[in-house]
């Protein structure tokens, strides 16, 4: 990305301390985490199984783009190839933070510039610091803070949604084609980072039509040769379809693959009948891990929704909101057709996507009520430290998943095998995927040592007899729903196992095995 043009040096440099700012306050925190606990981020089982998937690409039994998979979008683990294939960046969890924080400190930067712009501020004024303390206070929520150090999709797809905004922002200002490119690139990748992003390309391609159409003559006919530019913003999402169907034979193959996709998986938990058009449980659901992600800023940001309203709302105007209400209304509405996941803390995360668009309605608030702007941004200082003491939601999602007693056993055996894997032979795990890849990233083991075995393993040669090709053998008691019939299948037959292996360490859960 290119700096603005308008930018003084002395702005370039309050530039350069807010991205070297959020950077040190990340590896600060990162390392405070990890002194605390060396699993601190690796809390979130969606992390552990980032990095594992990333990691598969080059290291596995048979490693490759293939790897990818289908389901989640590959992009994030692309960037989290190079760092996860780095030992100690990948067992500590510490590869997200190598991907995640940068991310994490760029959307700042973009945030600042667009509420910058919103508000016409000049970039030397004094009065840009309300637009630096908005995009801290973005940065500087525990909440998006912990999602930017680990390695999880919401820092990247945030990135690339704030890019998006920020260079269409620009087109709509000076009319350059080259602004539009990058808006329509930026959407693009977003919509390889995450689903939330897939209505962004309809909304740029209708915005940019319907310009074309309102402004007729000279300037229509200039707008209408744009239209093929933000085609180019629908790139991502034909890719991941043309991957699906080349992999899979299915360009939907993503939308209900069996034990992993969210179609799936709702209809085979509460949350299908929780929420399936039910619009009063979405909405409670929702908004009570949105008032403790983000407190007063839901008050501020609806306050200075109706100031932008109130105002000259025309036109291009009107595109920003729409841009910056998209992800968060595709959760709400995946909500109701029963396929969303959320619950009371559990998947909180899903509503830092809001943030982008409260802080920069704020800043209209603030705008409007400059002589006041300290009663109003105080209290949003004073959220995001009362929320250290009160509890971090995204934080305390993550933990409570990885708390959880059958987790905590997988570690366990993950670290029993460090211990005891002497180097020797492959190692089975029947355990289903999450906590087969607790195993693998807790023992430290290189992964083309694993033959993991789950229910669509059952081709495999080794799965009749194992004993031929596996010198290891972890098997769980209770495994996940991935892996239920081929560990049950063993369970029933454990004295022939036991014929050719023998138990070497045993928990409440897993039961670890090595050649005689």
């Not at 990333?54 to 692309?78: C, F, M, Y």
């Not at 309300?130 to 820092?155: R, S």
């Not at 899903?350 to 702007?373: A, G, Q």
């Not at 495994?479 to 138990?503: G, Q």
Request: net charge neutral.
């Amino acid at each position: 990305m290119y700096l603005d043009d308008r930018a003084t040096p002395q702005a370039l440099k309050h530039e350069w301390l807010l991205l070297l700012s959020v950077t040190v306050v990340g590896i600060v925190v990162s390392l405070l985490l990890y002194s605390t606990d060396r699993y601190s981020l690796l809390y979130y089982g969606d992390a552990v199984s980032h990095l594992v998937g990333s990691r598969k690409i080059a290291d596995w039994e048979n490693p490759g783009l293939v790897q990818i998979g289908t389901v989640w979008l590959p992009l994030p683990h692309l960037l989290l190839l190079a760092p996860s294939l780095v030992d100690p960046l990948f067992t500590t969890g510490l590869a997200g933070t190598v991907v995640s924080l940068p991310s994490l400190a760029l959307g700042t930067l973009l945030l600042y510039r667009i509420v910058r712009d919103q508000c016409m501020l000049h970039p030397s004024s004094k009065d840009s610091s309300m637009a630096y303390l908005l995009a801290l206070l973005y940065a500087f929520n525990p909440n998006i803070m912990y999602l930017g150090i680990v390695a999880m999709t919401e820092a990247v797809f945030m990135l690339f949604l704030l890019a998006s905004i920020y260079y269409l922002q620009r087109w709509l200002r000076l009319g350059y084609a080259r602004d539009l490119l990058l808006s329509s690139s930026f959407v693009s990748l977003a919509t390889l980072c995450r689903y939330e992003g897939w209505f962004l390309p309809v909304l740029l391609i209708a915005s940019v039509t319907a310009l074309a159409i309102r402004y007729r003559r000279k300037e229509g006919l200039q707008l209408l040769r744009m239209v093929p530019i933000s085609l180019l913003s629908t790139t991502g999402i034909v890719l991941w379809l043309a991957w699906n169907y080349s992999i899979y034979g299915d360009p939907l193959e993503f939308s209900n693959a069996e034990y992993y996709s969210a179609a799936w998986y709702a209809m085979h938990n509460q949350y299908h009948e929780m929420f399936f058009m039910k619009p009063l449980s979405v909405i409670d659901v929702y908004m009570y891990n949105a008032v403790h992600v983000h407190g007063p800023l839901l008050l501020t940001g609806m306050a200075g929704y109706l100031i932008y309203l109130r105002g000259s709302v025309k036109g291009s105007k009107v595109i920003l909101p729409l841009f910056l209400i998209l992800p968060p209304a595709f959760t709400i509405a995946s909500m109701l057709i029963g396929v969303g996941e959320m619950n009371y803390v559990y998947n909180s995360r899903f509503t830092v996507l809001l943030s982008p668009l409260l802080l920069i309605m704020t800043s209209f608030l603030i705008r409007r009520s400059l002589r006041y702007k300290w009663y109003i941004i105080a209290p949003l200082l004073l959220w995001n430290i009362l929320l250290l003491a009160s509890g971090v939601m995204t934080y305390m999602d993550a933990y409570a998943g990885y708390s959880a007693r059958d987790v905590q056993l997988a570690v366990d055996a993950g670290e029993a095998l460090r211990l005891l894997y002497d180097g020797e032979g492959r190692i089975m795990v029947l355990a289903g995927s999450s906590l087969e890849h607790r195993i693998m990233i807790t023992s430290g083991i290189a992964l083309n040592r694993f033959d993991e075995m789950i229910d669509h393993s059952t081709w495999k040669a080794s799965f009749r007899i194992p004993w031929l090709y596996d010198t290891w053998l972890v098997m769980a008691k209770r495994p996940m729903h991935d892996a239920m019939n081929v560990t049950t299948y063993w369970l029933e037959r454990e004295d022939e196992l036991l014929m050719h292996y023998k138990v070497v360490y045993e928990n409440e859960n897993y039961r670890m095995m090595r050649l005689m």
